[in-house]
């Protein structure tokens, strides 16, 4: 079986055999496989009429186990926004009834963030849609190689993923 892949690293190995191109064979499919990956998201979450940060947002929330609500400040370290951008995104989410902000009861001058009802329906339906798109994806690994390239990608990944 040949891909892509196997015809971009021939063409570099006969045109640069100085250099080493063997990275190639694994980043470049990776990198390919990021953007299906991009693609099925879309298409998972479009299905449910949300965009991919209403989807990070409310399954921050949803994760977090009911009541369902998170501070502001903790949902910003879950999703990896700033603060001003976390505001409108919790404003346009409340506009659609995916929200809600209610008082802290620890903190007079805070708010805590709450999925609805609705909010909670629609990131589990985009949830559903979205893990039935990814098992596609690994559709020609069998479980044990699926949990073999998870481990391997865990070692690539935990020293980025530990970077302050």
């Known amino acids: 079986m040949q891909d892509e892949v196997d015809r971009l690293v021939a063409a570099w190995r006969r045109e640069r055999p100085d250099l080493d191109v ?17 693609r099925a998201r879309r298409q998972a979450f ?3 009429s949300l965009e991919a940060w209403e989807f990070d947002v409310l399954t921050a929330l949803r994760r977090a186990g009911a009541p369902y609500q998170l501070s502001p400040g903790r949902l910003l370290r879950e999703t990896l926004v700033t603060s001003g951008t976390m505001t409108n995104r919790v404003d346009r989410l409340a506009a659609r009834g995916l929200v809600r902000r209610l008082p802290d009861p620890h903190d007079r001058r805070g708010v805590i ?3 609805t009802a609705e909010g909670r329906a629609q990131v589990d339906a985009a949830l559903n849609a979205l893990l039935e798109h990814e098992r596609s994806l690994l559709a020609g690994l069998g479980e044990r190689d699926q949990r073999r390239l998870a481990t391997l990608l865990r070692v690539l990944v935990t020293p ?5």
């Open 113 to 115: 963030v709450e999925l």
């Open 46 to 48: 479009a299905e449910q």
């Open 22 to 38: 063997t990275p190639m064979e694994v980043l470049s499919r990776v990198g390919r496989l990021s953007r299906h990956l991009d």
């Open 160 to 164: 980025f993923d530990e970077v302050p």
